[in-house]
Structures are given as C-alpha cells and as structure tokens.
C-alpha cells in the first residue's frame, strides 16, 4: 500500500497521483478522472469519467391491499431510481385508482395502467418532454373513463394534473429562457413542446363534455395515442399519417360529429398537427 502525504496550498488540499500509475491509465493534463465516496466514506479514484446511470426498478407484486400497494410506491419512490415499475396480478378498479391516489397526495407523476403503476422518478423543470408524455397519457385514461361511465371523481383529478403539468411546462421553458439552465433539450424544442401542451390541455377542457356514447371518442384515442409516440420519436412518415387522420375526422359527416365541441377537438388536433410538422422540418433543417 502506498502512503502520500497531504499537500496544501491556501484552503485546498490536494495528493500528487503515483505517476506509474498516470502511465497506465495514460493520464495526461487533458485527462478527466471521476472521484466516488462509498458507503465506508472512502474516496475512490477512477482513472476514467464515469457516468453513473440511476437504475430502472421492476417489481412483480402479488398482493394488492391499498395499504401495502400505497407503502411500496413511496418506497421505490422515495429510492434513487430512474423510474419503477410494478406489476400487479390482477387490474386494479377505477376507484382503487382513486384511493390510490388520495394517499399519495395528489402526485401527477403515476401512471395507472391496468395491472401496472409506474413513474418516472426523475422528472423535474429539466424534462419537460416527459412531462409532456405524462400530460397525453392522463388525457388517454381520460377517454377511457368516460366510455366506461367510471368515477368521475377520479376524472376530475385527472384533469387537475393535467393543468398542474401544463404549468410546470411552461415554467420549465421560461427558465431555460431567461437563465439559460442546462437542459437535454434545444430552445426550439421546448417552444414546440410548449405549444402541444397547451392544445393538449384545451382538448382535455373539451372532452369532458362528451359522453360515453359518443363514437367520436375512438378516434380521439387513437390521435391522441399517435401523439405520445411523436413526442417519443419525431419521424416523417408517423406525422403525415396522423394529418391523414385528422384530415379525415375533419371530413366526417353527420350526428354529434357536426357538435361545437367535436369541430374544436378535431381544430386542436389539426394544430398539433401543424406544429409536428414544423418542428420535423426544424429537426431536418439543422441536420
């Protein structure tokens, strides 16, 4: 074992490196090393930058009590993960989604799949395209609960995080506008991101005025469905089928179709439309 003496000059302290050991490693002035302190609260020197990744969590869970569904997701919540993911043996009812959400204070990060609660743990004003995808997916559990005429109570605090996400967008956006904070994302991509958040917000204001008779509600599913995958992968092909969709909603004729509500749907969607179709040509032009 090798012993150093501690240096120091004014209030840094600092350990010349073994210099066979900078050899090895090829470690140069250029050279960027990564230090670590473990759980015995040593320092550990790596000769390489490491990026440590958080880990994704996946948890099979048998049984489903509200009490012991509600302390696992605080746990894996409260953990140092990426995201979790826990998968239940059977799915849990509307109202069980409600109750749920109730102990957990109203947080807008879960999802209520089915057999599935995930979140992603690590979304913040930096990542407000996972926001986004949030937003699009409550708004899909909103269609669904209205076809089935199923707790509207559980709607309306869809809704509210839906508003509360939209808010948290833009927030993020002005930030990144005025401080210049550090973000994964381009300046263009969080004005694009920005603007479907906002009709994505409107058009959830409209659907909670159809009923679950309206066949309309299929379609809106499914655009609203394309969406979330753009937002995820930008692709050419993926944004004109989508405007061939619209386009032929926009063409239907006859019964509720001809509805103020269903016109101004279908008028938030095809702008949507038009803002995918302006960032994919912003994508191609600065490639």
């Not at 250029?30 to 759980?39: A, I, P, Q, R």
């Not at 489903?64 to 746990?75: C, D, G, P, R």
């Given at each position: 074992m090798d012993s150093r003496k501690i240096q120091k000059s004014g209030t840094t302290h600092y350990v010349y490196l073994p210099a066979n050991w900078c050899r090895e490693n090829e470690i140069t002035t250029?050279?960027?090393?990564?230090?670590?302190?473990?759980?015995k609260g040593d320092l550990i020197l790596h000769p390489k930058e490491v990026k440590k990744e958080m880990s994704i969590l996946k948890i099979d869970l048998s049984h489903?009590?509200?009490?012991?569904?509600?302390?696992?997701?605080?746990?894996s919540y409260i953990n140092p993960v990426k995201s979790f993911e826990i998968n239940l043996e059977s799915p849990l009812s509307s109202q069980q989604v409600l109750t749920h959400k109730k102990l957990l204070g109203g947080m807008e990060l879960f999802d209520f799949e089915d057999n599935k609660i995930s979140c992603q743990t690590s979304f913040s004003l930096k990542d407000p395209d996972m926001l986004l995808k949030n937003m699009i997916r409550k708004v899909k559990g909103i269609i669904m609960l209205i076809k089935k005429q199923d707790v509207p109570e559980l709607i309306e605090r869809y809704e509210e995080e839906i508003d509360k996400s939209n808010l948290l967008i833009h927030k993020a956006v002005i930030s990144s506008f005025m401080f210049k904070r550090a973000s994964r994302l381009r300046h263009i991509d969080l004005f694009y991101l920005s603007l479907i958040s906002r009709m994505?917000?409107?058009i959830t204001d409209y659907l909670l005025c159809l009923d679950s008779e309206d066949g309309i509600l299929d379609d809106f599913y499914s655009a609203i469905e394309k969406i979330e995958s753009l937002i995820e992968y930008l692709n050419q092909d993926d944004v004109m089928n989508l405007i061939e969709q619209i386009t032929d909603l926009k063409d239907a004729k006859g019964g509720k179709n001809e509805s103020f509500i269903y016109k101004r749907i279908i008028n938030l969607l095809d702008h949507i439309t038009e803002i995918l179709s302006d960032w994919l040509i912003t994508n191609k032009v600065d490639d």
């Open positions: 250029d050279s960027v090393v990564t230090l670590e302190k473990n759980s489903q009590s509200e009490e012991a569904v509600n302390k696992l997701i605080i746990a994505i917000e409107q």
